[in-house]
């Protein structure tokens, strides 16, 4: 794929207004010319996307050597590429992958298989206490879940607010900027996540305590 350039207005008039030149190169310029939004200025509405002429980097070489053979000094290749910068297309819009799709989809038609057995068949006394920890069990996954779901998302969306921010920074400062300040939130994250359920589970177990506490205070009361 050749290198693609993004010209100034003055250049591409210039270029434009080549009535001398031969009609095969009058016709390659007009016909390479595209406008493409910049990376860096692209709003967050893609449908009003500054656009910006850009043209192959052979096309400018081409015009400079029909220049030189017709003594066209304002067309050399020197004076075409002021104010030249090569062209960055904007990044490709994030999509949550398909695996991560198809494992939600899996344990939401599980939970549901799950809840339709509990209402057609019957529960024996005996498994009632198997079936609270079960639902337990399930509250305590789909938490966990939640959970890695919610870091992934932060980091993704701290990496596209550093990407996008970052405007025309090289890419491999904005990629090595975006993955470190993207495992700092997740790592923070993580820590945060990790307090919070040792704070609900000693929670939990101080009120299991106090209930058996209660419930043994009951039956050594005499009775009245």
């Not at 850009?54 to 290749?77: E, G, I, K, M, Q």
């Not at 996008?164 to 400062?173: C, V």
């Not at 307090?195 to 043994?216: E, P």
């Amino acid at each position: 794929m050749p290198v693609m350039l993004v010209l100034p207005e003055a250049t591409v008039a210039r270029l434009l207004s080549l009535a001398d030149a031969p009609s095969l190169l009058q016709k390659d310029i007009r016909d390479c010319m595209q406008c493409m939004p910049l990376n860096h200025d692209t709003p967050a509405d893609p449908s009003i996307a500054r656009q910006h002429t850009t043209v192959p980097h052979d096309l400018l070489v081409r015009v400079a050597r029909w220049a030189r053979s017709h003594d066209r000094p304002d067309l050399c290749l020197d004076v075409l590429l002021r104010g030249v910068r090569i062209y960055t297309p904007p990044p490709p819009k994030y999509e949550r992958p398909r695996e991560l799709d198809e494992s939600l989809e899996a344990i939401r038609l599980e939970q549901e298989r799950r809840t339709y057995d509990a209402m057609v068949h019957h529960t024996a006394p005996t498994d009632r206490g198997a079936t609270h920890e079960e639902r337990l069990a399930w509250r305590e996954t789909r938490l966990h879940i939640s959970a890695m779901l919610n870091v992934l998302l932060s980091m993704a969306a701290i990496a596209a607010a550093v990407w996008w921010g970052a405007g025309s920074a090289s890419p491999l400062w904005k990629v090595s900027v975006a993955f470190t300040l993207s495992i700092l939130v997740g790592t923070a994250e993580v820590v945060l996540y990790t307090q919070y359920g040792r704070s609900v589970k000693h929670s939990r177990t101080k009120r299991i305590v106090r209930q058996q506490r209660r419930r043994q205070r009951r039956t050594q009361l005499p009775p009245s």
